[in-house]
């Protein structure tokens, strides 16, 4: 299929949690279909989505640099945080040293380092009120190449202070486009005119209703798939502390207790009259 190949169905080597887990599968496709120079990524936090697109770049030996842009202090949506998240991301990100960096400062000091289009492939994942998400938008989209993709996650939350589904629905009549619902959702921009031929039938193929929601669907699939994994291997990592504690080790005799009088109970047999 133009729109599914062999990493969509990858297995993220980073383990950190995100609500951005559930589109790594199109993620590592679109590197692959896009095979972009330069990939910049606004808004990191966590570094999932960033790590993501760096494994997509590393596995497939691309000659990609890979620019993550974010304070790492947080925001008002995001809650703020302390340095031991940018500790955990720029260590995991010594992995991919010979074409990732980190960049800390705010977007639009570091949009006058970037010439004009000359990204290819650009995410937006910053603040996202509605004028947030718009400048951040308007600062960057000259620096996106003619073969440029811009991605914009959650287009498809609806509460107070988020307004991305906003800018969404003005882009998405204006310009090719494609959109996840599942995992928040993820815009998927053809900002460029000249597009790459897996980005160009993905499109395509997205204007029929019946195809749009199969690709839809299938991506859902594979996201859920990644988010049940992580939630299996988050509980079974509980369940191992627990195990390791004070608490489970005292209580262990009651417990013993408790299994052999199941055991006996099982054993019983009803008297004959």
Not at 129 to 142: G, I, N
Not at 209 to 215: E, F, G, L, N, V
Request: hydrophobic share 40%; charged share 25%; proline share 4%.
């Amino acid at each position: 299929m133009k729109w599914l190949d062999s990493s969509s169905f990858w297995e993220p080597d980073f383990k950190g949690d995100s609500a951005w887990i559930e589109h790594a599968p199109f993620a590592f496709w679109l590197t692959g279909a896009l095979r972009p120079r330069p990939i910049v990524e606004l808004g990191t936090h966590g570094g999932f989505s960033f790590f993501a697109f760096c494994q997509a770049v590393e596995r497939r030996k691309l000659e990609t640099t890979c620019v993550a842009i974010d304070t790492w202090q947080g925001d008002p949506q995001a809650g703020f945080y302390g340095e031991d998240v940018y500790g955990v991301v720029s260590m995991y990100a010594q992995r991919y040293a010979s074409f990732a960096r980190l960049m800390r400062t705010t977007f639009d000091e570091a949009a006058s380092t970037f010439a004009d289009r000359s990204i290819d492939l650009l995410h937006i994942d910053g603040l996202h009120s509605y004028e947030a998400v718009r400048s951040d938008f308007e600062t960057w989209a000259p620096k996106v190449s003619d073969r440029g993709v811009v991605l914009f996650h959650d287009t498809n939350v609806r509460k107070p202070g988020f307004g991305v589904y906003r800018l969404w629905e003005e882009l998405r009549d204006r310009y090719p486009s494609f959109e996840f619902l599942h995992g928040s959702g993820l815009g998927v921009l053809a900002y460029g005119a000249d597009m790459a031929e897996g980005v160009e039938a993905l499109i395509a193929l997205g204007r029929d209703d019946d195809t749009r929601s199969d690709i839809q669907s299938a991506y859902a699939r594979l996201g859920a798939t990644l988010s049940l994994a992580k939630t299996n291997s988050a509980l079974e990592a509980k369940i191992n502390q627990l195990k390791r504690s004070a608490s489970w080790r005292v209580t262990a005799p009651f417990r013993e207790i408790h299994r052999l009088a199941k055991r006996a109970s099982r054993g019983k047999r009803p008297r004959r009259a």
